[in-house]
T-cell receptor, first 112, second 109 residues
Framework: EAQVTQNPRYLITVTGKKLTVTCSQN?????MSWYRQDPGLGLRQIYY???????DKGDVPEGYKVSRKEKRNFPLILESPSPNQTSLYFC???????????FGDGTRLSIL | KQEVTQIPAALSVPEGENLVLNCSFT??????LQWFRQDPGKGLTSLLL?????REQTSGRLNASLDKSSGRSTLYIAASQPGDSATYLC????????FGAGTRLTVKP
């Protein structure tokens, strides 16, 4: 089954404790991206990757890092999480940025 | 910077009605435009994608149109059903994807 898998689905943690949200897709997609969704602000892009070893900043990259060492995986790293990063995060992938995007089920992060 | 506006923000209709969701965007230089639905607590599901060279796309009871020059897209839902209740998002795309705030649709049985 074609899917985008995010882990964990839910996480409650404390300020400053490094965390990684994993994203994996099994569709051999070149394009992957991360978004955060906040009430009243909608979905905003954090980072995107056009292909392996190619990443670019989206609208709200501050406080986040990503890596794309292999095509299927695109982890989102919060080196020193802060409460303003409490949000619902989505990973997405597509053949390229011009094709339909497939979204994961989301990861709800709470930073205390 | 691309700005996306969706009207109405919320809509409640009885089952069986035909309805139109509107989307406007400020930068007409786009590759394509996608319509997604999002169910509460869930991810996004792509409904339709219209390439910039196309005027409309149809899938079942859904029809999306695109007028790139005027920066507008509409999503038409025919014979609405309670299962259509969700938030619908309009997303024009160039090198990245810009999301509108969405229209929250409730279809009452």
């Amino acid at each position: 089954e074609a899917q985008v898998t995010q882990n964990p689905r839910y996480l409650i943690t404390v300020t400053g404790k490094k965390l990684t949200v994993t994203c994996s897709q099994n569709m051999n997609h070149e394009y992957m991206s991360w978004y955060r969704q906040d009430p009243g602000l909608g979905l905003r892009q954090i980072y995107y990757s056009m292909n392996v070893e190619v990443t670019d900043k989206g609208d709200v990259p501050e406080g986040y890092k990503v890596s794309r060492k292999e095509k299927r995986n695109f982890p989102l790293i919060l080196e020193s999480p802060s409460p303003n990063q409490t949000s619902l995060y989505f990973c997405a992938s597509g053949l390229n940025d011009q094709q339909p995007q497939h979204f994961g089920d989301g990861t709800r992060l709470s930073i205390l | 910077k691309q700005e996306v506006t969706q009207i109405p923000a919320a809509l409640s209709v009885p089952e069986g009605e035909n309805l139109v969701l509107n989307c406007s965007f400020t930068d007409s230089a786009i590759y394509n435009l996608q319509w997604f639905r999002q169910d509460p607590g869930k991810g996004l599901t792509s409904l339709l994608l219209i390439q910039s060279s196309q005027r409309e796309q149809t899938s079942g009871r859904l029809n999306a149109s695109l007028d790139k020059s005027s920066g507008r897209s509409t999503l038409y839902i025919a014979a609405s059903q309670p299962g259509d209740s969700a938030t619908y998002l309009c997303v024009p795309s160039l090198n990245d994807m810009r999301f509108g705030a969405g229209t929250r649709l409730t279809v009452k049985p």
